[in-house]
């Protein structure tokens, strides 16, 4: 919440809030619903890829069955905070798919390396046409780290994953774990988390998740450019670079939400590209609120269900287990 606030003052400081009202009174309910239709199309490829990947464990799984588990954990995220909605994934569905929870836990994480990937390609790709002081270079270095990072991470367990289980499997046999039963539970969902992460040695696999991750990211583009359509921004690059800003910058702790940081980096990709300050806020805004309130709805109303009663067991039953165990 503090940082929150602090992105949201850093905001407000330069802002001239009868010129953002302005602003917004300028988009069109038609533009909304453009916006909508390809934000509810970059959510069925995302729904597809998690797909992709469950139904390497299981091939009889339909993408129906996929599609309620991952709206339910997207609007939890929206609105709870430490990511409840991926412990909701995570643990709540795993009876659903008769997977381990760390198979789960293993495709959450290809998930997010792919999205990091795939925003970094845009970020550098759009980053020599942004103005040079607008975007600053501590910025743009701790992206280059988080990126550098993220795919030495993957080459590191694609390539070392049987040193990786053996050092695991060694300081599971520690005698701190023996004497608290812990030792069969650390190799099992150790097991489980690595085996799932090396579907990322399948070249098939990888090329399909990569082209859906591209997929993904561009259908969200064009939420964001149909909103800078209709306000009628001038800048055709400005709401693409703005994605990537916007987003790479709810990598920072935040409230539910990423109120503030994600407003914050999706203004700054609009200014690098030449739109004026409170113009790129309102644009910011309603890109937030188009993001944010459709999937939350729709998460929180299918969760709070009377019928989905057992799904709120299952998880709390599910983490209570999982505390026990570790």
């Not at 300028?26 to 990947?53: E, Q």
């Not at 293993?106 to 002081?133: K, Q, Y």
């Not at 064009?222 to 910058?249: E, I, K, N, Q």
């Amino acid at each position: 919440m503090v940082v929150s606030i602090i992105f949201l003052w850093l905001i407000g400081q330069k802002l001239d809030f009868s010129a953002v009202r302005d602003n917004l009174s300028r988009i069109s309910p038609a533009h909304v619903l453009v916006s909508l239709s390809f934000l509810a199309a970059g959510y069925s490829v995302r729904i597809i890829r998690w797909w992709c990947m469950l139904r390497s464990f299981d091939p009889e799984l339909s993408i129906r069955s996929c599609g309620w588990p991952f709206l339910v954990s997207i609007g939890i995220n929206n609105l709870l905070p430490f990511r409840a909605g991926d412990i909701i994934r995570v643990f709540g569905f795993r009876e659903i798919f008769r997977l381990p929870s760390m198979q789960l836990m293993g495709t959450l994480v290809i998930e997010r390396l792919l999205d990091l990937i795939t925003l970094l390609a845009f970020f550098f790709i759009l980053l020599p046409g942004a103005v040079n002081d607008e975007v600053s270079p501590a910025f743009v270095s701790l992206v280059a780290w988080i990126g550098a990072a993220g795919i030495a991470a993957v080459l590191f367990v694609l390539f070392f994953s049987g040193s990786i289980k053996r050092f695991i499997y060694w300081f599971a046999d520690h005698p701190f774990f023996i004497r608290r039963k812990w030792s069969d539970h650390i190799r099992l969902h150790s097991s489980h988390l690595l085996d799932t992460l090396l579907l990322l040695r399948t070249p098939r696999l990888t090329l399909q998740l990569l082209a859906l991750s591209l997929l993904v990211w561009a259908l969200e583009g064009a939420v964001y450019a149909a909103v800078a359509h209709g306000l009628s921004v001038m800048t055709m690059t400005g709401p693409w670079f703005a994605l990537s800003t916007g987003t790479l910058g709810t990598l920072l702790p935040s409230s539910p939400g990423y109120v503030g940081t994600f407003d914050y980096f999706a203004i700054l990709g609009m200014i690098a590209y030449g739109t004026d300050h409170d113009l790129a806020a309102a644009f910011a805004l309603i890109v937030h609120i188009v993001l944010w309130l459709p999937l939350t709805m729709i998460g929180i109303a299918y969760f709070l269900r009377p019928s989905a009663r057992i799904l709120r067991q299952q998880v709390t039953a599910a983490i209570s287990a999982y505390k026990v165990q570790k």
